[in-house]
């Protein structure tokens, strides 16, 4: 099986107006869209679409409509003139636990079907209840590598203490043996905040759910608290709250190419 666990740490650095930085372990499942229902029906603790220790539920992506995750993502594929042609679609993301979920950013890398990288699609939810979707393609160049060099133009109010004229850049590599990726929010003054992904691959088996959860437990309650208690720090650090923008008219940012500025450059 391509799915697994990844156990690792989410990292933060702010660097302006006031220096702030947070590292917290976290775990994530890296699920083909292929295996999902198998999954399903072989471990005890993962479910798709039902209540369990660990499950995941089609409308916590995408629409929130509930239709099945794959021909979404092929639409937005074709919209993007992306063809991958029925190649594997691979998402990572903190399932729901004990049926609670808040995701910061969910990923799915959208494959050819000789295994290169094609395009990714960085899915953002805010605190606030709004989502938002990157959907980019990969350079030619850097699919066989899995290698990942892509900028898009913020389209999300997800921070209060951040405006909307930012980039994001994206930095990593397809999930292997460890999960790697870097996002940097730059602004007209340059690099302004950072995050990273980083964790090791483990398989995908009732032992090491169970490991994991008592590890960290409630994992994504926490995500939420962690959140709330880093913005309050903030504010006591003297970070002025942004006014909140109108909401982007589309749900998913299109990219034909894998960078696309906001700041011109």
Known sequence: ???ALYRGRVMHRRLRPAIHALSYRVFWLLLDLAEIDELDRRLRLFSRNRFNLLSIHDR???DGSGAALRPRLEALLAGAGVD???GPIRL???PRVLGYVFNPI???YCHHADGRLAAMVY???STFGVRHAYLIPVPAEDQAAGLIRQRAAKALHVSPFMGMEMDYEFRGHAPGEHLDLRIDGLDVQGLLITAALSARRRPLTDGALL???AAIPFLTLKVVAAIHWEALKLWLKGV???PAPAPAREPVTLQRHARESRLGR
């Open 1 to 3: 099986m391509i799915s």
């Open 106 to 108: 969910s990923l799915f």
């Open 60 to 62: 916590d992506h995408g």
């Open 123 to 125: 899915e953002v939810t």
């Open 92 to 94: 990572l993301t903190m």
């Open 240 to 242: 002025r709250l942004q």
């Open 84 to 86: 991958i042609g029925g």
């Open 211 to 213: 490991s994991a959860v």
